[in-house]
């Protein structure tokens, strides 16, 4: 018994095959995202691997600069050298095509290829200001004013973003950090910058931080944004080394000799490995004078961790951490 080819049978047909188009366009696209997804990672193992790779060359060839300098000093004393460097044949052998190398010690050889020399000073840095997640209005508030510190930096409310999607994101839109804000019952506690693509990420906890309008007899009404100028302070160590060039790469470069010379400092000043935090704005009301008023906001900084890899990769490997005990030696400062 045939079934009559009505109208009604025509529109369900019809109805059925774009539905079928609109499925399998969606199909396509969702392939098409996660094989771009999976050719991201893919790529970002690769540089990764290839900056753990050039980074051991450069940690291999600090060693031998060491050894080298060690060695030109006791042939220019008559010193005696180390026994595990005098015995080293090949160093020896080496030595005399090595003559035309710079001296330099294992600092200043992790210094020419370290996270920040690929694009330090070429571009202005971009730092993605965010929080956990569900914050409250005074951390939304103090994430604002973060963002205001930073004159190139944007503020992104994280809504329910996990940490992967919320880097690989920042990383694949060419950012070049990320500062991660938490808090405990509306105060804010912690600070986690992160460094892209490759890391460190450095961790701080904050205490008696204060916003703009907790500051008595702080600057009032809009914010400038013009490039701050730097000062640290107390930072004597090659830890407290690594933190100024972790905390200076979110600011961007003044101009040597530029025109105009800004109406903002921003300080960070250790004292017993406390990092207290400082923004003002200057006006000049003479030759040499000038008269300071603090916008804010204030806090101390201390830290905690220090690691490779991004915010999101917990396996990354520790460079320093405070340990229980780290803190036992008063006398003892680290930064």
């Known amino acids: 018994m045939s079934v009559p080819f009505n109208s009604y049978v025509l529109y369900m047909l019809r109805d059925a095959c774009k539905y079928t188009d609109d499925a399998q ?15 991201f990672q893919r790529r970002q193992a690769r540089e990764r691997r290839d900056y753990l790779y050039r ?33 080293d044949k090949e160093l020896r052998k080496d030595y005399k095509y090595d ?36 914050p409250s209005t005074r951390l939304g508030t ?18 329910t973003l996990v940490l992967p999607d919320l880097v690989g994101s920042a ?66 160590t090659p830890l407290g080394q690594r933190i100024v060039t972790v905390l200076k790469h979110i600011f961007p470069p003044r101009e040597s000799g530029a025109q105009k ?19 003002h704005v200057f006006v000049k009301t003479g030759y040499k004078d000038v008269e300071l008023a603090e916008v804010g906001p204030r806090m101390t900084m201390r830290l905690f961790e220090i690691r490779g890899g991004t915010l999101e990769n917990k396996e990354g490997d520790v460079e320093w951490h405070l340990s229980q005990y780290t803190r036992t030696a008063k006398k003892k400062d680290y930064l």
């Open 171 to 236: 990383t694949a839109n060419g950012l070049s950090d990320v500062i991660l804000l938490h808090e405990h019952r509306g105060i804010p506690t912690a600070l986690t910058l992160s460094h892209l693509p490759h890391g460190p990420t450095a961790s701080f906890s904050l205490h008696n931080v204060l916003l703009r309008a907790d500051i008595p007899g702080a600057t009032k009404g809009t914010v400038s944004e013009s490039y701050p100028h730097l000062i640290f302070d107390g930072f004597t």
């Open 99 to 134: 003559e035309s190398r710079a001296d330099r010690t294992t600092e200043e050889e992790l210094g020419l290829d370290d996270e920040y020399s690929h694009l330090s000073g070429v571009v202005d840095p971009r730092v993605l200001v965010t929080t956990s997640r569900d």
């Open 25 to 39: 366009r969606i199909i396509c696209s969702a392939r098409g995202r996660r094989d771009a997804d999976t050719l």
């Open 261 to 279: 010379l800004g109406s903002r400092v921003v300080t960070f000043s250790n004292i017993e490995d406390a990092i207290e935090v400082r923004h």
């Open 55 to 87: 980074r051991a060359l450069t940690l291999k060839n600090a060693e031998i600069a060491t050894k080298r300098t060690a060695l030109k000093t006791s042939l220019a004393s008559g010193k005696p050298l180390d026994p595990s460097i005098a015995k």
């Open 142 to 159: 103090f994430a604002k004013e973060i963002r205001l510190l930073l004159p190139t930096a944007i503020r992104l409310n994280r809504g």
